[in-house]
């Protein structure tokens, strides 16, 4: 067992609070896992959200190439984090190619926050910001890994404002998965660089592609989310319409930085 508490299970008629349970899954948990990644996906407010994986791929997080952290409410699975080791030559899956890694010892040294679903009923808990902070913690255990990355499309804010508040800052924006529009994260796990920016920031919308993808060219790095005051979204889609990624740049002269994927 990870963790247990109480949370709140909010439906259309009513606010109740229910214990929950957190573990590390098994193969066992594979019909369930791939249920509640069915039903999340049948109710994405975009469909370019989210990667679905097929029943194979999902298999291999399982304590083969990395593990899955769920939670249960009356023994039910209503969220898990996939955490994902990508090999070295796999140009999919191993986000340091996009981030500029180069060196197998840095490429070899990957792991990935990969998947994330919490049930629409249970949302608004922080349960992806508590199994992100115990899968990190798993992987720094692991004495492993070296970089973290994970990637998060753009507007998708929710989940972009939880990476960041995990250490993790935007070091690239790019089509991955053939079509889809991503953010690539990073963060090192061994020299964390959090706080170790310039004065100078530059705020953007999450929706102006362009514009970030010309910042990030010019070495700016997503480092924080900030609400946009008086933004009224027209629908569900457009929410991210509402928010800003603020830009900034490494400062070198501080020291302490890993200038690996530099
Ligand atoms: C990303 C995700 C896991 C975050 O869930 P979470 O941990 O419950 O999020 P938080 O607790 O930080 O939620 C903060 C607020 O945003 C709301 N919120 C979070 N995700 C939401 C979503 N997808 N749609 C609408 N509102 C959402 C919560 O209800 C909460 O609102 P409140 O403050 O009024 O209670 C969840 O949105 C999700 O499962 N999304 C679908 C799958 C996905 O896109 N995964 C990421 C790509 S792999």
Not at 52 to 70: D, L, Q, S
Not at 136 to 148: D, F, G, P, S, V
């Amino acid at each position: 067992m990870i963790q247990t508490g109480t949370l709140k299970k909010k439906t259309a008629w009513a606010t109740q609070e229910v214990a929950y349970e957190m573990r590390y899954l098994d193969k066992s948990d594979l019909p369930s896992i791939m249920d509640l990644q069915s039903l999340i996906v049948s109710r994405l407010t975009r469909k370019d959200l989210l990667e679905a994986f097929p029943y194979e791929f999902m298999k291999v997080h399982i304590n083969e190439r990395g593990f899955i952290i769920g939670i249960f409410v009356d023994k039910e699975l209503i969220a898990f984090r996939n955490v994902y080791f990508p090999g070295i030559d796999d140009q999919e899956w191993n986000l340091g190619y996009d981030i500029g890694l180069k060196q197998a010892n840095d490429l070899g040294n990957i792991a990935n926050l990969q998947m994330i679903c919490v049930h629409p009923d249970f949302r608004g808990n922080s349960l992806a910001l508590r199994m992100n902070t115990k899968a990190i913690q798993r992987i720094k255990r692991l004495n492993r890994y070296t970089h973290l990355c994970a990637t998060v499309s753009p507007y998708n804010y929710w989940n972009v404002r939880i990476l960041l508040n995990c250490g993790f800052i935007i070091k690239e924006l790019k089509y991955k998965y053939q079509d889809k529009l991503r953010y690539v994260l990073y963060q090192h796990l061994i020299k964390p660089f959090k706080g170790l920016w310039t004065q100078h920031t530059i705020n953007k919308r999450l929706t102006d592609i362009d514009s970030q993808m010309a910042l990030i060219k010019e070495g700016f790095i997503g480092i924080r989310l900030n609400e946009i005051p008086g933004h009224i979204p027209q629908s569900i889609a457009d929410n991210a319409n509402g928010f800003e990624v603020v830009y900034s740049k490494i400062n070198w002269d501080q020291g302490g930085v890993n200038q690996d994927c530099w």
